[in-house]
């Protein structure tokens, strides 16, 4: 019996992208990065109080400037911090749209995980109700 993968490859065929699937992907990429290091989470919550200098950010985790601007530099490439020069001095503010991104993307399994976990809830109920005998007031066991 002869098998043939030829049917299955796109011989001379432009290659084909589904760009709908994740659109954001890159920046939700970034925003996850980011926001997975416990320095730059720190650093994000500083910044919602106003803006603040490399300095400022670096101060409470002992680091040293370089390092500090290394995190910022990943929370700029997300989208969540914006840097503006001042003569010798870095101001970094936040922005918060990014964020939303991700909200919207993490709120998917929130209602995902809300369901399951209602289904199982309704599941053990139903499940408790069948197997326990129906006790009167006063009863004890």
């Not at 603040?52 to 910022?72: C, Y």
């Not at 989208?79 to 503010?93: I, N």
């Not at 919207?104 to 053990?124: C, G, K, V």
Request: hydrophobic content about 35%; overall charge positive; glycine content about 6%.
């Amino acid at each position: 019996m002869y098998y043939s993968t030829n049917r299955l490859t796109f011989q001379g065929w432009p290659f084909i992208f589904n760009h709908m699937v994740e659109p954001q992907a890159p920046q939700l990429d970034s925003v996850f990065h980011a926001l997975g290091d416990a320095t730059r989470r720190h650093m994000l919550r500083d910044l919602a109080s106003g803006e603040r200098t490399v300095g400022q950010l670096a101060e409470p985790f002992s680091i040293s400037f370089q390092a500090a601007s290394k995190h910022i530099k990943a929370l700029e490439k997300a989208g969540l911090v914006h840097r503006e020069v001042r003569g010798r001095t870095h101001l970094c503010r936040l922005d918060p749209g990014p964020l939303a991104s991700a909200h919207r993307w993490l709120n998917f399994y929130e209602r995902f995980w809300n369901d399951h976990l209602d289904a199982l809830e309704r599941l053990l109920r139903k499940e408790g109700a069948r197997k326990s005998p129906t006790r009167k007031k006063g009863d004890h066991q």
